[in-house]
């Protein structure tokens, strides 16, 4: 039974060892193929090897390695995927299961695992992926640091909270409400009773932002822009 379970184990490893050369051959202009032969993770696994400890709170085993954590965080941010989205595109598609370095028969993380370990890194290690990255970066290309760098200057240096667009939205859109209350209670009454509040500020049972896919995340950004826009021309005309 140990001869045939060797054997077993040897037939699989060489079927995943088949299986990851073609989808890299199939695949080679791929990003994710590009940043694998780029980027060394090792810094990265070494500063995050503490996690493990948060791990297994209810009494089940741990089924990841923090190596995979790591690499599912970063195809997470070059995509701009939510967590569900995250966890379905390593689940689903070859190149990105390979990536994060799951074979074909093992059990893939789940998008809980993958938040409770970007807040780990946030509280521990805020700058963790940006600098490891472009220290690495830089050391690739020694000389481009001394070269004129061209880029878009929003939010360049800043020290403002994480938040999407639509998080943005509505946060003005509180401030120009309370403005507005301060000024005219009564203005802000009328203007109450016609706005569309749900399309600025979420319907009722309106699942969390990070909860949507990038295209639902998209289109409620849309939903919310234009809902702020026309508040912002109804508190114009009042000529306050």
Known sequence: MRIAAQVEAALWAWVNEQYAATVVAQN???VLVFV????????????CAPFHVYAGQRGQAPHYHVGQLCRALLVKYLHGWSYRQTEREIRGH???RWFVGYALTDATLDHLTL???????KQQHARLFFDEILKQIDQAHPTEVARPQIGDTFALVSRACEQSRTA?????????LNYLAAVTPTGHAALL????VGDLFGHAHEPPEYYLTKPERDALEIRTATAAHA??????AQRL
């Open 231 to 236: 508040l912002l021309r109804r508190v114009t």
């Open 193 to 196: 009773a016609d706005c569309t």
């Open 94 to 96: 070859s190149l990105v």
């Open 36 to 47: 694998q032969a780029q980027v060394a993770f090792s810094a990265l696994e070494k500063a």
């Open 28 to 30: 080679r202009a791929h």
């Open 115 to 121: 938040w409770r370990f970007e807040q780990w890194v």
């Open 168 to 176: 943005l939205l509505r946060k003005a859109a509180h401030a120009l």
